[in-house]
């Protein structure tokens, strides 16, 4: 069948002045419009071809080659471009903007701002809008991810603790602020790793890969910074922890572990750190 709101390959099944008309082989009776500002002179009817379905400003169902920042399903962070008296408009890469209602607003938005949206097809309307209230989208599944594992995450809410985010637009993931030690935001798309899946499907989330491979990455940085400073740098497991999350946007704990893990295998020696 062909969904709106997602990326479809579908067969052209004839050639119109204005363009072509696309259709499914589970669904031979219905055609999609491909307007012929998207049609390559060497399409033929037969020929199969990845096209964006979405609704035109009539809400009748159309094709595009362009692709949107996100489809139906996924979360993206995007900017208000509009209001009108029934929400506002978003940019999420088509001609025709993304809705957000107000009443799936968490707040009153605002032209210029980015937020934080999951991206549905309407049941009612049969319409693709958008959301700024995640968390009724998300958790609906249980997750399968193992401790370590990396997945794709969206910051959408700041809590006393710290970030809520979701997970592969799925899930629901929490980032601590005790165990943070580079800037998060509200809106940040980043690559996180699974901490703990709760009973509850909810997820403990890390920053940073597990231990022993966040002792190898940092080991590399701090290796790839002293080449690049001629030899030496000022930084050294004696230094305070605040220079040491400064430079290298690491506890000292885990600063040591790499230092020594540099030493014992001769890719340092103890006079290229310190004053």
């Avoid at 500002?37 to 096209?51: F, K, S």
């Avoid at 993931?173 to 709760?198: C, H, I, T």
């Amino acid at each position: 069948m062909i969904n709106i709101g997602k990326t479809n390959t579908l067969k052209v099944s004839r050639l119109v002045e204005f363009g072509a008309y696309l259709t499914d082989d589970t669904a031979a009776d219905t055609e999609i419009l491909l307007p012929r500002r998207y049609v390559d002179e060497n399409l033929r009817p037969g020929d199969e071809i990845e096209v964006f379905v979405y609704n035109d400003s009539e809400d009748r169902p159309v094709a595009t080659t362009e692709r949107p920042i996100a489809q139906v399903g996924e979360v993206a962070v995007l900017e208000v471009v509009g209001t009108c008296r029934y929400g506002a408009f978003l940019d999420w890469g088509l001609p025709k903007d993304l809705l957000v209602p107000f009443g799936e607003q968490r707040a009153r938005m605002k032209i210029g701002g980015h937020y934080p949206v999951f991206i549905y097809l309407d049941d009612a309307s049969k319409r693709i809008v958008a959301s700024a209230r995640l968390g009724k989208f998300l958790g609906n599944l249980l997750p399968s991810f193992s401790p370590g594992q990396e997945v794709d995450a969206v910051v959408y809410e700041r809590t006393e603790i710290g970030f809520r985010c979701a997970v592969d637009s799925l899930h629901q993931g929490m980032l601590y602020s005790d165990e943070l030690f580079r800037p998060v935001s509200v809106g940040q798309k980043l690559k996180a790793y699974v901490k703990n899946v709760r009973p509850d499907g909810r997820i403990d989330l890390s920053a940073a890969p597990d231990a022993k491979h966040r002792t190898r990455q940092l080991a590399d940085r701090i290796a790839a910074t002293i080449e690049a400073a001629g030899g030496h740098i000022a930084i050294s497991d004696a230094s305070s922890p605040e220079s040491i999350q400064a430079a290298f946007e690491c506890s000292k704990k885990d600063f040591k572990k790499a230092v020594g893990h540099l030493l014992k295998t001769g890719r340092v020696t103890r006079d290229m750190f310190g004053e």
